[in-house]
């Protein structure tokens, strides 16, 4: 898989296939994702030559801390992340790190999807280089965070490419972003997730390029973008 290849111009199957998988996303994940997937992201890219690529992740972990919940998403598992070097180079991969900062609740929080509650960086591996996408969008969750299995949907989402490689073309930015994802409380895999793609994109790009939303000049700029 190289991005190149991934991305399909908007034609009418490609419409329908977008209508297909945002219908899925308002119902059961387990009804609309295939094999063992935990989650499914549309990209589109907004630009002068729109276009779609899609995404299933076989591997989701989250943890709470004080002010967020973190999650964590990849289409490869984490012993192929780690098994990355120069003789074993990871040659395509998709890893998405979704920080809920506030949970919508009727009558207490805005429940429109033009709010902000969710600080999104997505790590795209494309034929073995490298680009990192960072925004903002307003997520759903189902289930009770810190005690059990939690679901979230996320629509308007924004993403815009904050650093690459030399030779990762960048096909999507600015992009649309929405999805749907479930993922199990499990803080020590959370834990190995971030230091692994932390380490990662520090190798990648040669400084330090994975933005916590803690950080709140990291935040404003996401919620600038929208």
């Not at 629509?155 to 930015?173: H, P, Y």
Request: glycine share 10%; with cysteine.
């Amino acid at each position: 898989m190289t991005l190149e290849t991934s991305m399909q111009p908007f034609s009418a199957p490609n419409l329908r296939a977008l209508l297909l998988a945002t219908a899925c996303a308002g119902g059961s994940l387990a009804g609309c994702s295939s094999g063992d997937a935990v989650g499914r992201a549309e990209f589109v890219a907004l630009g002068s030559a729109p276009l779609l690529f899609e995404r299933e992740f076989i591997v989701g972990s989250y943890a709470t801390k004080e002010s967020e919940d973190s999650f964590w998403f990849s289409d490869v598992p984490l012993a192929q992340l780690l098994a990355h070097s120069e003789a074993t180079p990871l040659k395509d991969a998709v890893f998405l790190h979704a920080q809920l900062i506030w949970i919508p609740k009727p009558g207490l929080t805005p429940l429109d999807p033009a709010a902000t509650n969710l600080v999104v960086r997505a790590l795209i591996v494309s034929d073995g280089e490298v680009g990192l996408y960072g925004g903002a969008g307003f997520a759903r969750g189902e289930g009770e965070p810190g005690k059990e299995r939690v679901e979230i949907e996320v629509e308007g989402g924004t993403l815009t490419l904050l650093e690459k490689t030399a030779g990762f073309n960048d096909l999507l930015s600015p992009a649309g972003f929405s999805g749907t994802f479930a993922a199990g409380f499990a803080p020590e895999d959370a834990a190995k997730w971030r230091r692994a793609l932390s380490q990662f994109a520090t190798n990648a790009f040669g400084k330090s390029m994975w933005v916590d939303a803690r950080d709140a000049g990291a935040f404003s700029a996401a919620m600038a973008r929208r």
